[in-house]
C-alpha cells in the first residue's frame, strides 16, 4: 500500500495535479532505465545535440568544447530558488565553488591551515592538479615555458568549473603571476607576496614588512616580489626577508619525502621568526610566504605580537569578495 511519505508532486503540481509514486518510478527505472533516461534527456535541445545516433552521450573533452555564454548562476547564489532558468555549458561538472587552486605534485603532508587541506577554510575549495615535469620549475626566477603551459591548462580547467578566482598552491607561484595571467580570464592570485604591496603602504615609512620565506635567497634575488606589485624600492627599503631552508625540519619537509613533525617543524618556524625579528627592530607586521607556513601562524602570532598573514588570508579575503552576502541589523 502506498503512503503519502510514498508520493511527491511534481514540480508544477497546481497546474497538471500529477502524483508520482515512488515505487512506480522505482518499477519503470528497472525495467527500462535506459529508455527512461534518454526521453528524459531528449527534452534538452542542447543534451539532444550531443547525443550520439546509438543513444549513447560521449564524454565531452573541456579542452575543446566552447562553453559559449556563462550562466547566471555566477553572483546569484539562490537562482535555483528564482522563477526564471538556471543556465549551464558544456564541461562544466560542479558548482557553488569560488576559489580554485592549482596544486603541484608534492610528496608532502598538508596538516589543517595548509591550503591544500580542505578542512582549513569554512567554504569549499576545488582543487586541480597541474602535469609539471619538474616541481621544483616553481622556483625558476625565468618561466619555464613547460611548467606555464601546465599552470594555464590547469587554471583553464578550473574556469570551466566556474570559479570566480584562481589560486596557486605556493608562494613561488608568484614568479609566474605575469605569464599565467595574460593567458586566462579569471582573476589570479598567484602567491601570499601579492598582499606585499598593501601591507608595505599600510605602515608609516619607517616600519617594515617581515618576510618569512621556505627560500630566503632565491626570494630575494627573484622577480616574485615585482611580479606581484612590489616596486624595487620598497623591495629594497621596506621589506625585511628571512628563509627557512636551513633549518632541519623545515628542509624535510621541503625534501618532499612524504614526512615531516609539525611540532618540530613548528619549533623551525618560531626559530625563524626569531631571527627575522633580530634583523630590523622596525618591522611592524609579518608575511608568512610558504603555505607550509600557514598552520603556524597563531603560534608566530603569540611570538610577535603583532599582525601576520598568509596565504589563508588572502584566501579569506578573495572568496569574500566573490562571494558577497547581505547585510543584516537594525538602524
Not at 218 to 227: D, F, H, K, S
Not at 285 to 299: M, N
Request: net charge negative; proline share 6%.
Amino acid at each position: 500500500m502506498s503512503t503519502d511519505f510514498d508520493k511527491e508532486l511534481s514540480p508544477d503540481d497546481s497546474e497538471t495535479g500529477i502524483v508520482v509514486d515512488r515505487r512506480e518510478f522505482m518499477g519503470t527505472a528497472a525495467v527500462g532505465a535506459a529508455a527512461f533516461s534518454a526521453s528524459v534527456i531528449a527534452g534538452s535541445s542542447m543534451a539532444a545535440a550531443q547525443t550520439a545516433a546509438d543513444g549513447t552521450i560521449p564524454t565531452l573533452d573541456w579542452k575543446t568544447v566552447d562553453p559559449g555564454p556563462r550562466g547566471n548562476d555566477l553572483y546569484a547564489p539562490q537562482a535555483g530558488f528564482n522563477n526564471t532558468d538556471v543556465t549551464w555549458w558544456p564541461g562544466r561538472n560542479v558548482s557553488g565553488l569560488t576559489v580554485g587552486l592549482i596544486q603541484f605534485q608534492a610528496n608532502l603532508p598538508m596538516i589543517p591551515g595548509n591550503m591544500g587541506n580542505a578542512t582549513t577554510f569554512d567554504f569549499p575549495m576545488l582543487y586541480r592538479e597541474m602535469n609539471a615535469e619538474n616541481v621544483l620549475d616553481v622556483m625558476a626566477t625565468t618561466p619555464v615555458a613547460q611548467f606555464t603551459d601546465a599552470c594555464v591548462e590547469a587554471a583553464q580547467w578550473l574556469e570551466m568549473q566556474g570559479v570566480r578566482a584562481i589560486m596557486g598552491n605556493c608562494g613561488f607561484f608568484g614568479h609566474y603571476q605575469v605569464a599565467v595571467q595574460e593567458r586566462i580570464n579569471t582573476p589570479f592570485f598567484s602567491s601570499s607576496l601579492m598582499m606585499l604591496p598593501m601591507m608595505v603602504r599600510s605602515m608609516p615609512m619607517n616600519k617594515k614588512v617581515g618576510v618569512l620565506t621556505a627560500n630566503g635567497p632565491l626570494l630575494r634575488e627573484g622577480p616574485a616580489m615585482e611580479n606581484c606589485g612590489l616596486s624595487p624600492d620598497d623591495k629594497a627599503n621596506r621589506v625585511v626577508v628571512e628563509g627557512c631552508e636551513d633549518d632541519i625540519e623545515f628542509a624535510r619537509a621541503m625534501a618532499v619525502q612524504g614526512a615531516y613533525n609539525p611540532v618540530k617543524f613548528e619549533q623551525d618556524v618560531l626559530t625563524g621568526i626569531k631571527r627575522l625579528m633580530a634583523k630590523d627592530p622596525d618591522i611592524g607586521v609579518i608575511l608568512l610566504e610558504c603555505t607550509e607556513l600557514s598552520p603556524h601562524a597563531h603560534a608566530v602570532q603569540r611570538l610577535v605580537n603583532m599582525p601576520v598573514w598568509d596565504y589563508t588570508s588572502l584566501t579569506n579575503w578573495i572568496h569574500a569578495g566573490c562571494a558577497r552576502r547581505p547585510f543584516t541589523g537594525h538602524v
